[in-house]
């Protein structure tokens, strides 16, 4: 090659004969080369190619995006589950019942309620049914007599009256209930957590004597105390543990609109001589306060996910710069072809948007899956909402075109001669 | 050698005063004048280093003359935007480039048909036409091979049938032969010879002059001057 000899600013026409206007040509130009428009079926057909030719590296990056977005969808499917279920479980045991306990006097003492709480609180208009469980406090329930006395098992003693169930909302395991001559004999029925604890025996050990066990509760959701409770007769109680006869819980149902209503009388209708030392709370609003704590967790979790995203997008990202470095043949003949730079660029963004919306599929088949199965062991409805997929979706093809955005147009700024000469 | 079918009363390719020097003061052309006419099949020969590739990459308008005029099929090509550009490319330009480029993992007849993608045809006419182009180089029975099933010469073959599938006016090969064994060459040099007497213009980049002999017409180039 010789150096270069040209003055700047040489003639740039040399030409013999007269040309046309250069007006007229550009004219000419405007009218008949318009580049063609790239199809969307030809666009994802491209994509796919390009994704064919490196399908294990395409697999990788795709799988970022997949756990990220399956990562989102699980945490918030899982949490919605285990919502529906809450309320499945609210809806069916009503969020009408209101306890009241006794509280704490004046000097930090346990108060207790009068022995005819119960029948004073069954008078107030609104409430439907009223019932009551009162704490044997001085003994305690051992699986036989050679159990050391001090092995309680975090089990209480209760007595209960007949209509605990209905009003409770808690139904049978096994066996049966208390009934009019049960309840003064020394018979009992177990928690669902007591009957666990006491190994299932057909007899526990109580006070000095053996009680025969007649039935096993199931989980009370709405009066989790009763789970790790040995439950008797009322007068069983009086006649052989020398119970006192005080309610320590009273459970009552009110009409649903009337629920506050009752709830600002209930303490001075059970102890009008000292209503400050009674509790009174609403189940319901427990089970409903454990939605918020979930919440925080999710919102963590959710954190993490998005964390995943991040990274897949950033796998993606990678890939697709690599991809351009390595194509520059494929860019330069593509070009030589007739490709404009616009339609290099759409390539590669649309290749990189086809990766990440496999992943993001991928991931949204998957995290479905995982909340399906998480859902069926926890006995839960399967609930994804809608809203999540879509911001999946939409996640992933924000992530692809941001993703894919940088090398692609690198790659249309590429010199056609530049590319073409890299073999 | 002019062809007797220039029907636009102007040349196919048409340099007037064209130079190309590089960033660092490499002159690659220096005020080259050259004209093609329709029909013509030229080679243009000479060493390495002596500016034919810079003239393929001009007349291809892959690339801009640093001075001087380029006009291909009629249009000034320092008149034209990039995308004009391209768009003269996709429909009255053909390359046929030494290493074959061709996409590893598509088959012969997805090869030439993804050579019409940029000319704007629906799938189902590019895969007519990308037929018909494999037919006419002799691979008909080839369509369904990747490149990798297929010879030297084959491959060569497919390119070409991707280079002339959209009939353009102008093919430019560059070194066809150059990857090729003897034979193989004779057979790609002897479909030229075919294609351009059909009517398709072709100059064909060389450094072998025993090929370029065998053209009708040769423009030899030493130190980016046309002798």
Redesign the interface.
Known sequence: ??????PP???????ERPRSV?QA??E???RE???????V??LIR?GG?GL??RPLRAVLSALGIAIGIAAMISVVGISASSHADLDRKLAKLGTNMLTVSPGKTMFGKQSTLPDDSLAMIKRIAPVQSATAIGTVGTVHAYRNDRIPVAQTNGLSVVAAKLDLLTAVGVELDRGVWLNEATEKYPAVVLGATTAQRLGGGPTVYIGGRTWAVVGVLQNAALASELDTSVIMGWPAATKYLAFDGHPTTVYTRSVESQVEAVRKVLAATANPSASTEVDVSRPSDVLSLRRATNATFTSLLLGLGSVALLVGGIGVANTMVISVLERR??I????????????IRTQFVGESLLLSMIGGAAGALLGYLVTGTYAMTQKWPTVVPLWVLAGGVGATVLIGAIAGLYPAIRASRL???EA?AT? | MTSSNGVAGHPVVELAGVSKSYPGGVAALRSVDMAVDYGELLAIVGPSGSGKSTMLNLIGTLDRPSSGTVRIDGYDVSALSDRQLSALRSRRIGFVFQQFHLAAGRDALGNVADGLLYTGAAKRDREQRAEAALIRVGLGKRLGHRPYQLSGGERQRVAIARAVAGDPPLLLADEPTGNLDSVSGAGVMELIHELNAAGTTILVITHDREIADSLPRQVQMRDGQVV
């Open positions: 090659m010789a150096p270069t000899t040209d600013g040489s003639p740039n026409l040399v030409g250069p040509d550009r000419r130009a405007d080369l318009r580049p063609a428009r790239l199809r079926p030809d491209l190619y064919r030719s043949s494929e330069g003949l593509r070009r030589s072809l007739g490709a404009t730079k616009g339609q010199e056609p001669t073409l073999t």
